[in-house]
């Protein structure tokens, strides 16, 4: 009988270091998630017009919002921002719209193209492809 070896578990940093090669990447505790193009090299959420628009309604919604709030102000990002949700094993996603506190925001680096905490919004928007075990596995993943 032989032992199970355990799978590899990626770092955040093996992940940003892969080939922008139209895969999209991200991490779950640790472990590789990929989703490939379609056969026409179309990206379900990324190139889809109604996920786009809504992308676009809810940013402007907590943008608005923002400007109404008292300095010094957070930050919504959207267009799939990186965040690091948790380390060791790294949980590490991209999530339509975020809003970061202030605090988190002057703490962010400008040459990073990653959050390294967990958001106080996150706003992840359902496309046609989303199958009801990614909706929950996605879910499960926020709240941990």
Do not use: C
Request: glycine letters at 6%.
């Amino acid at each position: 009988m032989t032992a199970a070896t355990a799978p590899r578990l990626m770092t955040t940093e093996e992940l940003l270091a892969m080939p922008d090669d139209g895969v999209r990447r991200w991490l779950i505790n640790g472990q590789l998630r990929e989703e490939r193009p379609g056969p026409g090299g179309e990206q379900m959420t990324k190139r889809n017009r109604w996920h786009s628009r809504i992308m676009i309604r809810v940013g402007k919604f907590l943008d608005n919002w923002l400007d109404q709030q008292p300095e010094p102000r957070g930050e919504v990002l959207g267009d799939e921002a990186g965040v690091r949700l948790r380390r060791n094993p790294d949980t590490t996603v991209g999530i339509d719209v975020v809003y970061i506190a202030h605090e988190v925001a002057a703490l962010t680096s400008a040459d990073t193209t990653m959050i390294d905490v967990v958001p106080v919004l996150a706003v992840e928007i359902l496309s046609p492809s989303t199958t009801q075990p990614d909706l929950d596995e996605k879910l499960a993943t926020y709240r941990r």
